[in-house]
């Protein structure tokens, strides 16, 4: 089901994947997407939002977690096969553990419900800018065996491709234009998120995703560093003598990649509106 924009939409407006079986909230939300200036293609189950994606391309995917017949974390999965279009992912489930699953399967960003409209369409917009570039990309930069190109918008290690997700590319990016610099994962929040709160496991998630893809051994970084009650810092390798003391024996340089305790900082709803508060488990 596709839902076509009215002519008072902006030129170089961006197709949104909308995939939710409960028919009042998709309402809702489509109709704030429309007024944001965006087209809106709908789905009310995993496999039609598969079909639906692979035909119509779509700029972002805002998925819903429990869905009939594939849930939203299938789809993700499935989705993240075939291409990196960015996602959020919509949950009804609270936990902890659940919001990281969806992360961990490739979602971009997670909202919880009951939640804003107002708040999700600007969450849309902040992931569609760090996703597609409307202005001249940054040049393309490289270290220890990394070759990003933003223009592009890929990664390579040492010449083999690499398949990150719209954070994921950012966040490196991000941390190699400033290499050996600490930041916070609040820092990181605000700076590659765009948010001013949130919850910081999905920090913590991404940086064990771009560690599996570009660490020889993702259990010991050599790139990717955590600084023990600081945050992360990307290091690019030193040259091999530097690493040796003067008789000879090696340094051991490996930090230990320990995490503070997850830190959940409280969302903030609309008080105008609240979608998808039905109790629904």
Same mark, same amino acid.
């Given at each position: ?17 909308l ?7 998709a309402?809702?939300?489509?109709d704030?997407?429309l ?9 009310g189950? =995993? ?15 805002i998925?819903?977690?429990?869905l ?10 499935r ?7 960015p ?5 009804a ?11 961990e ?8 419900k ?27 930069v490289?270290?220890?065996g990394l070759?990003l190109?933003?223009a592009s ?6 010449g ?12 490196l990016a991000f ?20 948010w001013?709160?949130g ?6 998630v ?11 051994n ?11 009650g ?8 030193q040259p ?7 008789d ?5 340089v ?24 039905? =109790?629904?488990?």
């Open positions: 089901m596709t839902t076509n924009l009215a002519s008072s939409a902006e030129p170089g407006n961006r197709r949104i994947l995939v939710e079986d409960e028919k009042t909230i309402d809702v939300v489509r704030y997407l007024k944001a200036g965006f087209q809106v293609d709908m789905a189950d =995993g496999f039609t939002a598969l079909e639906l994606a692979a035909s119509r391309q779509p700029d972002l995917v998925l819903d977690r429990m009939p017949g594939l849930d939203g974390v299938e789809v993700c999965r989705l993240r096969q075939s291409m990196s279009v996602v959020i992912m919509v949950t489930l609270g936990t902890e553990d659940d919001r990281i699953l969806g992360l399967m490739g979602a971009d960003d997670y909202v919880t009951p939640f804003s409209p107002r708040e999700l369409v600007l969450r849309v917009k902040s992931v569609l800018r760090r996703s597609i570039k409307e202005f001249t990309p940054e040049p393309p490289e270290a220890a070759e190109d933003p918008r890929t990664v390579t290690l040492r083999v491709p690499l398949a990150l997700t719209a954070r994921e590319f950012d966040l941390l190699m234009r400033r290499p050996h610099q600490v930041f916070s994962r609040e820092d990181l929040i605000k700076a590659v998120w765009g001013d709160f919850d910081l496991s999905t920090v913590t991404h940086v064990r995703r771009l560690r599996e893809k570009i660490e020889a993702p259990t010991k970084p050599e790139l990717l560093k955590t600084v023990w600081v945050g992360y810092r990307f290091d690019a390798k091999e003598t530097e690493t040796l003391r003067p000879g024996t090696e340094l051991d490996t930090e230990p990649d320990v995490l503070e305790p997850d830190v959940l900082e409280p969302d903030v709803s609309e008080p105008d509106r609240t979608v998808g508060d039905h =109790g629904r488990q």
